[in-house]
């Protein structure tokens, strides 16, 4: 089944402790990003990558690092989380050369709480 | 960088009618324009979409016009059931690759 997977789905965390979202795609997807949804202010881009090895900063980079060693995964790092990065956190995936469609494929999401 | 606007922030219509979001656009570049339903709950999913060089799009009761001048672009959904209230996202695509959206609109059809 062509899935977008998150782990983990909740996680409820401390100010400043690391901690990773990963997401895997197994569609074979150039394209991967992740957002973060806040109530009132939509879907903002974090980090997007269009390959391996190739990452881009989204509206919202602040705070947050990515990293695209394999095409299939595409983990969130917060370094040093802090309470306003409490958030429902999506990552997505999608091809880049679909004739200049490119529809996005959303995972679950991860609720995150920094206290 | 690209700025997407999107109005109104809540719809509500009764079942039957017809349903119209707009969103317009700050960036002459951007060339691919999706939008996205949203359910209680669930991920975003893609409903319909548009390139930059097509003016008008339907599927079904769903249909998206876009126009390039003004840089605005719109959903129209005919007939709404109660399955079609969700929140609608709209969003744009620069050639930069970056995927911009809207705040989104809550819509509601009551029965």
């Known amino acids: 089944e062509a899935q977008v997977t998150q782990n983990p789905r909740y996680l409820i965390t401390v100010t400043g402790k690391k901690l990773t979202v990963t997401c895997s795609q197994n569609?074979?997807?150039?394209?991967m990003s992740w957002y973060r949804q806040d109530p009132g202010l939509g879907l903002r881009q974090i980090y997007y990558?269009?390959?391996?090895?190739?990452?881009d900063k989204g509206d919202v980079p602040e705070g947050y690092k990515v990293s695209r060693k394999e095409k299939r995964n595409f983990p969130l790092i917060l370094e040093s989380p802090s309470p306003n990065q409490t958030s429902l956190y999506f990552c997505?995936?999608?091809?880049?050369?679909?004739?200049?469609?490119?529809?996005?494929?959303f995972g679950p999401g991860t609720r995150l709480t920094v206290t | 960088g690209e700025n997407v606007e999107q109005h109104p922030s809540t719809l509500s219509v009764q079942e039957g009618d017809s349903a119209v979001i707009k969103c317009t656009y700050s960036?002459?570049?951007?060339?691919?324009f999706p939008w996205y339903k949203q359910e209680l709950g669930k991920r975003p999913q893609l409903i319909i979409d548009?390139?930059?060089?097509?003016g008008e799009k339907k599927d079904q009761r769903i249909a998206v016009t876009l126009n390039k001048t003004a840089k605005h672009f719109s959903l129209h959904i005919t007939e709404t059931q109660p399955e079609d209230s969700a929140v609608y996202f709209c969003?744009?695509?620069?050639?930069?690759?970056?995927?911009?959206f809207g705040k989104g609109t809550l819509l509601t059809v009551n029965p």
């Open positions: 569609m074979n997807h150039e394209y």
């Open positions: 969003a744009a695509k620069g050639s930069n690759y970056k995927l911009t």
């Open positions: 548009i390139r930059s060089n097509v």
């Open positions: 990558s269009m390959n391996v090895e190739v990452t």
């Open positions: 997505a995936s999608s091809l880049l050369s679909s004739g200049g469609y490119y529809e996005q494929y």
């Open positions: 960036d002459s570049a951007s060339n691919y």
